[in-house]
């Protein structure tokens, strides 16, 4: 069974940072790529990041391109996301996802943390 649990969200000004994290179970022997997506409300779902499974290449969407940086660590089957500069529009639920190794989508998700950025 596979489980993904974030922590790390919370309340912060604008201009802080948080550090979100993501564990993994239920995925060994497994080779896959970990993104992070958030969800604000009444907005569609996007992807803010993501990285491979060698954690060689990375993807940043253009709203956190600077601010943000994704990283993961396969021995502790972590990923995080470290966010600076924060911005009230960065405000949102923001969920961790798990791709398998040749799927096209995103096959598991966690149940997401909340992020209130205030002006």
């Known amino acids: 069974q596979v489980q993904l649990v974030e922590s790390g969200g919370g309340l912060v000004q604008a201009g802080g940072s948080l550090r979100l994290a993501c564990a993994a179970s239920g995925l060994t022997g497994r080779r896959y790529d970990m993104g992070w997506f958030r969800q604000a409300a009444g907005k569609e779902r996007e992807l803010v990041a993501s990285?491979?499974?060698?954690?060689?290449?990375?993807y940043n969407a253009d709203t956190v391109k600077g601010r943000f940086t994704i990283s993961r660590d396969n021995a502790k089957n972590t990923v995080s996301l470290q966010m600076n500069s924060l911005k009230p529009e960065d405000t949102a639920v923001y969920y961790c996802?798990?791709?398998?190794?040749?799927?096209?989508?995103?096959?598991?998700w966690g149940q997401g943390t909340q992020v209130t950025v205030s002006s």
């Open positions: 996802a798990v791709r398998l190794e040749r799927s096209f989508n995103y096959n598991y």
């Open positions: 990285i491979t499974w060698s954690g060689g290449s990375t």
